[in-house]
């Protein structure tokens, strides 16, 4: 029996996973120009996270796994277009939550982040179930393996699980 090669599985790995999110973040700018939504890909991933509860910038950083500094410009931008608005948490006048507006959750709901003429669901159709099942599986397996010891990809998976058991992921 042979023996594995596991770094280079991890180097071909790691390269797919960087094409598939590649290919998957233009799919998602296209559908986004198609229905005329300026504000780009990060920052309709923030709004995604800010449509279940108003979050501060240094939670939103840790959940998305960005530094706060790099989040101020588009929560900006966001605040601007009137998509987001920062408010004061009055049990603690430190924490200042972001929320989404009326006119952010409107925009949210216009374009979903994967539908049904998503690249990534038409090409795991073509796959059909037992192979899209399995890579999903897969895929989660090798995420909750990687996750040990870092506490903010810990919580990311688990607001994916918990969305996925809610039926609100594709949303």
Not at 59 to 80: N, Q
Not at 157 to 171: D, F, Q
């Amino acid at each position: 029996m042979a023996k594995e090669d596991y770094p280079s599985l991890a180097l071909r790995t790691n390269v797919l996973s960087l094409i598939i999110l590649k290919l998957t973040r233009k799919d998602l700018a296209a559908r986004m120009r198609q229905r005329r939504v300026t504000i780009g890909v990060p920052a309709f991933i923030v709004l995604r996270h800010l449509q279940h509860k108003p979050t501060t910038i240094r939670e939103l950083g840790d959940h998305m796994m960005l530094a706060p500094a790099t989040l101020v410009p588009i929560i900006d931008r966001l605040e601007r277009k009137g998509l987001v608005k920062r408010g004061t948490d009055t049990a603690d006048r430190r924490r200042n939550p972001i929320s989404l507006t009326a006119k952010g959750s409107t925009l949210l709901a216009s374009l979903p982040l994967v539908d049904k003429g998503s690249a990534l669901t038409r090409t795991l159709e073509k796959m059909g179930p037992g192979k899209s099942r399995q890579l999903v599986a897969s895929l989660e397996h090798l995420a909750s393996m990687l996750v040990e010891g870092d506490d903010a990809a810990r919580r990311t998976l688990e607001m994916l699980n918990h969305e996925t058991a809610c039926g609100t992921v594709a949303r």
